[in-house]
């Protein structure tokens, strides 16, 4: 079992910046390919961002890309996600993702541990 421990969700205006943090408890990120989704009450989990550990490639919804960047810190032990140019349509409770599984997807059926949360709200 993989703890995941997510940080930095807050309220912010339309344009802002903001980064969030994961950390899996306990275990090295290096192991895991790491992720991001978000979710709204009565909507599906949304992908974001992903990071795979073996080569570390990355992968991006089309609604963030050129705006969110996923980046891995192993001296925190830390995945994070730096959002920038924020927008009200980026509101949601940002949830950390982790699996040991080859290839990185966009599918949440490959991704084995999440993580609580930590809510982005975007509003002016």
């Known amino acids: 079992q993989v703890r995941l421990l997510e940080s930095g969700g807050q309220l912010v205006h339309p344009g802002d910046s903001l980064k969030l943090s994961c950390s899996p408890s306990?275990?090295?990120?290096?192991?895991?390919?790491l992720g991001w989704f978000r979710q709204d009450p009565g909507k599906d989990r949304e992908f974001v961002a992903a990071?795979?550990?073996?080569?570390?490639?990355?992968l991006y919804a089309d609604s963030v890309k050129g705006r969110f960047t996923i980046s891995r810190d192993s001296t925190k032990n830390t995945v994070d996600l730096q959002m920038t140019n924020l927008k009200p349509e980026d509101t949601a409770l940002y949830v950390c993702?982790?699996?040991?599984?080859?290839?990185?997807?966009?599918?949440?059926?490959?991704?084995?541990?999440w993580g609580l949360g930590t809510r982005v709200t975007v509003s002016s």
């Open positions: 306990g275990r090295a990120i290096s192991g895991y390919n």
């Open positions: 993702a982790a699996t040991s599984r080859y290839w990185i997807s966009e599918k949440n059926a490959m991704w084995d541990y």
């Open positions: 990071s795979a550990a073996r080569n570390g490639s990355t």
